[in-house]
């Protein structure tokens, strides 16, 4: 049963590894808590402080916890189910349980990339990120990030860009959005794929959280894509994570004399894969996912402007044109559906444009996210939104 799933899991004062002991030794988590004290201690490499601790039988915690996940759509994915990835599981440290929101791929089928960089990124960092993240899904490949601000969020961005799958992974509890303005990230990626953690609801983002996070992002991926990374970095545990779980690493170079770009450089002086286009990943990939991968897809430019061009766009005094008949942006119908409600000039309200279109909230989600990533719209305080360019038929 579930509830005893969670019983370990948050029996304090245990590590994950005797926990993965304690399920070598028992057959299930239930074996574990009605099992004879003596017999605990049969547990390879487990202490006798450490088997005291089992001694607490206390369910509340799990009860409390199963209460949350149901009010909030969560599914618990446990180590011993079917659909638990075995990438994952076989990593040294795999998580002995994982919360979900929305839907899990089969990642032991999939391309799946992290696509990682530190937070204190340049435009320039941005401008790879979200072109990455867009030309990998467009080309089949599932991106996978922390989604921490930064290169986390435009990789994300350009990823739901495509309409390809992209998942997250996260180090606090999946009703805790982190950093608080990707909230609207958390709900994009839970309808485009799926968000995932180790930690229970309402689990605050501790510091120590994300390092650990990490061997689970490397663990799903059959590689990992460093963005921009200083000389330390976290986005360096992740390379060096993946790197002891046999994944391959890629990174994008950058100016040498460039702080952000320190890291990246130095993995691919020290063997790594370098990356100037998505291209590079999906055909390095291509023969080991036949059909799944489709690198002439990538070719594709996202209308996302580079950091230079973007620059110049935002002193244009005169908002540009978009034709709804050409459609040459290749807009939803959900984004042009915004696009005709939204105003100008008065800002309005998500709830608002729900009521005015009559799409689902997540799809409007969705859609508001495209249309601020080209500049078709603008936000303001309170998530309102104005539109940004002069709408002709």
């Not at 009605?34 to 799990?62: C, F, H, M, W």
């Not at 986005?235 to 770009?261: C, H, K, M, N, Y």
């Not at 291509?286 to 620059?311: D, I, N, S």
């Amino acid at each position: 049963m579930l509830k005893y799933w969670l019983w370990l899991t948050e029996l304090p004062g245990l590590t994950n590894q005797t926990r993965l002991a304690l399920l070598r030794h028992f057959p299930t988590p239930e074996d574990v808590y009605y099992a004879d004290p003596e017999e605990v201690l049969l547990t390879e490499g487990i202490t006798r402080a450490q088997a005291a601790l089992v001694k607490n039988k206390d369910l509340s915690a799990a009860d409390r916890i199963l209460a949350e996940c149901q009010r909030l759509d969560l599914r618990i994915l446990t180590l011993q189910d079917a659909a638990y990835p075995g990438r994952l599981k076989n990593i040294y440290d795999p998580p002995c349980l994982l919360y979900v929101r929305g839907r899990l791929p089969v990642f032991d089928e999939e391309a799946a990339l992290a696509v990682v960089g530190t937070r204190d990124c340049t435009p320039y960092g941005i401008a790879c990120a979200e072109k990455l993240g867009y030309g990998l899904t467009r080309g089949g490949a599932v991106v996978v990030t922390g989604l921490a601000r930064g290169i986390d969020a435009a990789a994300t961005r350009g990823a739901l860009r495509s309409g390809g799958v992209t998942a997250a992974v996260v180090g606090n509890g999946l009703d805790v959005p982190y950093p608080p303005e990707s909230r609207y990230l958390y709900e994009d990626v839970a309808a485009a794929g799926v968000l995932l953690s180790e930690y229970p609801p309402g689990a605050e983002p501790a510091a120590w959280h994300f390092p650990v996070r990490n061997r689970i992002l490397s663990g799903l991926c059959i590689g990992t894509v460093v963005v921009e990374a200083p000389e330390r970095s976290g986005a360096l545990i992740t390379a060096g994570t993946a790197t002891e779980q046999g994944r391959d690493v890629f990174a994008v170079p950058g100016p040498i004399d460039a702080p952000t770009s320190v890291g990246c450089n130095e993995l691919i002086r020290d063997g790594g894969g370098i990356v100037t286009d998505a291209r590079d990943i999906l055909n390095f990939y291509a023969e080991r996912f036949p059909g799944k991968l489709r690198p002439e897809e990538a070719r594709h430019r996202p209308q996302v402007l580079g950091y230079q061009a973007r620059q110049k766009e935002e002193a244009k005094p005169v908002p540009p044109s978009v034709s709804l008949s050409r459609n040459d942006l290749s807009l939803t119908d959900d984004q042009i559906a915004l696009l005709r409600a939204l105003p100008a000039e008065e800002p309005m309200l998500v709830d608002d444009l729900v009521e005015l279109t009559d799409l689902p909230i997540r799809r409007v989600l969705s859609a508001l996210t495209v249309l601020e990533i080209e500049h078709l719209i603008e936000q303001h305080s309170g998530k309102r939104y104005t539109r940004a360019v002069t709408l002709t038929e």
